[in-house]
């Protein structure tokens, strides 16, 4: 027996589920969860201080192809060589066609871009004017970026200058805009100063809809605390977004779990509680329409009976739900349990194909989503 084929048998996988979703979606699924190991010295990635190296990859087969973005973990019983994925799964080998992405302009080094300026998925773009999130869970990939950033010299303290950045990248791609997205993603993260935040969101979305962009304007923020219990306030507020041509509300619920929340969400972010998000959904819902409102939840954090409550409840009163899967970015969040193992993940990714036709969802499938 071969090395390599000796080493993979060490790894074998004993999966019940198997037989619910095609192949390449079970190591999909899987890499996201446990990352792969290397079997190549060809592929080049970075090591940054407390960063965990990652590499993006497209999994492809018939009818099908999702790009991913993946930890290296040698401890991984997902293999790659540059060229396919393999893998033993009840004692059989199993193999998909896989290769590394990279794109020379935002990610030469074949890791991921958390930059200012990014592609993300397939015919979607992100502006992350606030390179920093000023809440920062436990969970969150700005740990990431923040420091990659830093090494690289890129993604100033200085927001404003990161915004004009974001506004000269609007006026000097204006083709790109028109012709290459399907979607314009603005910020991950949050800042404290609200006035100045909803004016950066709004000023860059004018200039989209000025520049001939007229596909989807997706922003993304944690509910400020003036509008939590505002309700006049928070209609006005959202009638603002939508004015300047905001055609989705977003905030992140990432974990419903009252007792999970709690111990991984801080400050005032952590006092929001699930049934805090339905009402607040169901005001953005009657300002910017049914399947104008999205959330973020992570599978894997939680039991995935919440999860799937989660998902369920805010799709029923018209949310757009865009689960992730719960990954480690920096060495710290190792500390956090994936919850379920591979079977039941698939089970989840199963249970939420389920609400997508249920409610006749749109689906967004970026680097790291559930669906």
Known sequence: MQTQEKRGMGFNMQLANTDKVRLEEVFRLGVLRDGVQLTTTDIKFPIFGQVIPRIEIIISGPDFLKKVTVRINQESGFMFNGESLEAWINGQHHEVACSQFIDPERAPTGMYNFG?????????????????????????????????????????????????????????????????????????GSITNENTELERHCTISKALRDVGYNEGIYVSQVVPPSIRNDREKRIDFLHQLKDSGISRFNSGVEIVNSDYRKQYIHGFKSTYTFDDYVNIFEDAISVFGRQGVGSCLLAGIEPSNETLFGLDTIAEIGVVPSPTV??????????????????????VHVGFNEIIRKYDLPVFSGVFSLA
Not at 138 to 151: G, Q
Not at 176 to 182: A, G, L, Q, S
Not at 329 to 347: C, G, S, W
């Open 116 to 188: 200012t300026l990014r592609e993300n998925g397939i015919r979607s773009f992100v502006f992350d004017y606030h390179t920093y999130c000023a809440y920062s869970c436990d969970f969150c990939f700005k740990e990431n970026e923040w420091e990659v950033l830093s090494l690289q010299g890129g993604g100033s303290t200085n927001y404003k200058a990161n915004f004009e950045q974001c506004m000269n990248y609007v006026h000097s791609h204006e083709e790109d805009f028109r012709t290459k997205y399907d979607i314009v993603w603005l910020c991950t």
């Open 326 to 347: 719960l990954t480690p970015f920096v060495v710290k969040q190792k500390d956090i349990p994936f919850v379920y193992d591979l079977d039941e993940l698939i089970d």
